[in-house]
């Protein structure tokens, strides 16, 4: 059989291989803690389960949506204005997304051409980089450093890039660095996308996961924002929708119309109790927004104080479900201290290495168990040994 080229990236997905590895342990009659893959384990509030319940008993509710109902896109523009102070026109404005996975699959196949540059951060969340394979498109890597906070120094890109890249990508509070940009950073960007004529496509999935008594906007709400771009936001970790699937992407209304165009063709729209579940989280009672907050610290700190005390000096995350760690001394490489990490102690993480080439050095751990499992993790860690190899 003969395949298409592009599939030569996508080589079976790195959380899959994780997976595959925690299998083997677990055959093997271990106890393994999956610190891998983002995906939470605190489910919604129960007036929204209750939403997508009530609406799966309708029978017409089973037809192709085709598209967002208006109940929906309102839902959105009032969220936004509430929670962001940003003004969306509910008619033009916002389309949802099987996930901000689909959209940042897809909106590179609105805005490139075989070949056309796309700029994305490194290290990135890896359907950054994907999605612009997945449409033909060259990457060109942004750096985010340490000694920078980890925010892009846009004085650092030649013109020759900015002058011809179609798209940048850009996400803050960041996954996999957790760091968060201050206004500034938001002022720097649409700045530049303006001067150089780009698209700039902000992720916000982790506005509400920032710790401390610290937060966090809306790209959309700085001067200019909306001429410029396009920002996505997702339910899968603010509500605990990750497995509904469902996002959005709000703003720029000529991008917004050119996503839904192409997606009106691809899925034919969301299943309509999603989109009701999707309402009842954005417009109901939001006192699970902070209570899922507090558990995300609180897992953090259990994280870091407990690796911290044992010896592996690891930063204390300012937002998001992740910590960012450097691996401990004597370990070459990600991969290996993960299968390492993995064998000795039952612990899974992810190798930094899969989050682009600046990644490498560095695991991510997500939050994702409760309390007793962190804890146990950090045991194990101890009882291996392999801090002091
Ligand atoms: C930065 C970032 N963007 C997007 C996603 C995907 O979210 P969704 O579940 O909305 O597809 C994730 C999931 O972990 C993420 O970390």
Same mark, same amino acid.
């Given at each position: 059989? /003969?395949?298409? !080229?592009?599939?030569?990236?996508? $080589?079976?997905?790195? +959380?899959?291989?994780?997976?595959?590895?925690?299998?083997?342990?677990?055959?093997?009659?271990?106890?393994v803690?999956?610190?891998?893959?983002?995906?939470?384990n605190?489910?919604?509030?129960?007036?929204?389960?209750?939403?997508?319940?009530d609406?799966?008993?309708?029978?017409? *509710?089973?037809?192709?949506?085709?598209?967002?109902?208006? $109940?929906?896109?309102?839902?959105? &523009?009032?969220?936004?204005?509430?929670?962001?102070?940003?003004?969306?026109?509910?008619?033009?404005?916002?389309?949802?997304?099987?996930?901000?996975?689909?959209?940042?699959?897809?909106?590179?196949l609105?805005?490139?051409?075989?070949?056309?540059?796309?700029?994305?951060?490194?290290?990135?969340?890896?359907?950054?980089?994907?999605?612009?394979? =997945?449409?033909?498109?060259?990457?060109? +890597?942004?750096?985010? %450093?340490?000694?920078?906070?980890?925010?892009?120094? +846009?004085?650092?890109?030649?013109?020759?890039? &900015?002058?011809k890249?179609?798209?940048? =990508?850009v996400?803050?509070?960041? *996954?996999?660095?957790?760091? =968060?940009?201050?206004?500034?950073?938001?002022?720097?960007?649409?700045? +530049?996308?303006? /001067?150089? *004529?780009?698209?700039?496509?902000?992720?916000?999935?982790?506005?509400?996961?920032?710790f401390?008594?610290?937060?966090?906007?809306?790209?959309?709400?700085?001067?200019?924002?909306?001429?410029?771009?396009?920002e996505?936001?997702?339910?899968?970790?603010?509500?605990?929708?990750?497995?509904?699937?469902?996002g959005?992407?709000?703003?720029? /209304? $000529?991008?917004?119309g050119?996503?839904?165009?192409?997606?009106?063709?691809?899925?034919?729209?969301?299943f309509?109790?999603?989109? !009701?579940?999707?309402?009842?989280?954005?417009?109901?009672?939001?006192?699970?927004?902070?209570?899922?907050?507090?558990?995300?610290?609180?897992? %953090?700190d259990?994280? %870091?104080?407990?690796?911290?005390?044992?010896?592996?000096?690891?930063?204390r995350?300012k937002?998001?479900?992740?910590?960012?760690?450097?691996?401990?001394d004597?370990?070459?490489?990600?991969?290996?201290?993960?299968?390492?990490?993995?064998?000795? &102690?039952?612990?899974?993480?992810?190798?930094?290495?899969?989050?682009?080439?600046?990644?490498?050095?560095?695991?991510?751990?997500?939050?994702?168990?409760?309390?007793?499992?962190?804890?146990?993790?950090?045991?194990?860690?101890?009882?291996?040994?392999?801090?002091?190899?």
């Amino acid at each position: 059989m /003969k395949f298409a !080229k592009r599939m030569e990236h996508f $080589e079976t997905g790195i +959380f899959s291989q994780l997976s595959q590895m925690r299998k083997e342990q677990e055959a093997a009659g271990r106890h393994v803690v999956d610190l891998s893959v983002g995906s939470p384990n605190i489910p919604p509030s129960p007036h929204v389960r209750q939403a997508l319940i009530d609406a799966a008993g309708v029978g017409e *509710n089973y037809l192709y949506a085709l598209s967002d109902t208006k $109940e929906l896109q309102q839902a959105a &523009a009032e969220w936004y204005q509430r929670r962001y102070g940003v003004e969306i026109d509910p008619d033009h404005e916002v389309v949802s997304l099987l996930g901000s996975q689909d959209g940042l699959a897809h909106i590179s196949l609105c805005v490139a051409d075989e070949g056309d540059i796309i700029m994305v951060p490194d290290p990135c969340y890896p359907i950054f980089g994907d999605g612009p394979l =997945i449409a033909g498109a060259k990457q060109y +890597f942004m750096p985010m %450093r340490k000694e920078k906070d980890y925010l892009i120094d +846009f004085s650092e890109i030649p013109d020759s890039i &900015a002058d011809k890249a179609k798209l940048m =990508i850009v996400s803050y509070p960041n *996954n996999p660095t957790t760091a =968060i940009a201050p206004a500034s950073f938001y002022e720097k960007l649409i700045a +530049f996308a303006k /001067k150089h *004529n780009i698209l700039v496509l902000h992720d916000n999935a982790y506005s509400e996961l920032v710790f401390d008594g610290a937060s966090c906007g809306s790209f959309l709400a700085y001067p200019g924002a909306k001429e410029v771009g396009v920002e996505f936001n997702s339910l899968s970790k603010t509500y605990g929708l990750a497995g509904a699937r469902i996002g959005f992407c709000l703003g720029n /209304k $000529e991008v917004v119309g050119m996503l839904s165009a192409l997606k009106s063709n691809m899925d034919y729209g969301m299943f309509l109790p999603v989109q !009701k579940a999707a309402i009842a989280a954005i417009t109901g009672d939001q006192s699970s927004v902070a209570r899922t907050r507090q558990a995300y610290q609180d897992r %953090r700190d259990a994280l %870091r104080d407990g690796l911290t005390k044992i010896g592996w000096d690891v930063p204390r995350c300012k937002s998001t479900m992740f910590v960012w760690a450097k691996i401990p001394d004597g370990f070459s490489d990600s991969l290996t201290f993960t299968k390492e990490l993995l064998a000795k &102690a039952g612990v899974l993480v992810t190798p930094g290495s899969a989050f682009g080439p600046s990644g490498e050095g560095h695991v991510r751990m997500a939050l994702v168990q409760d309390r007793e499992e962190i804890l146990w993790a950090v045991q194990s860690i101890k009882d291996s040994g392999i801090l002091s190899l």
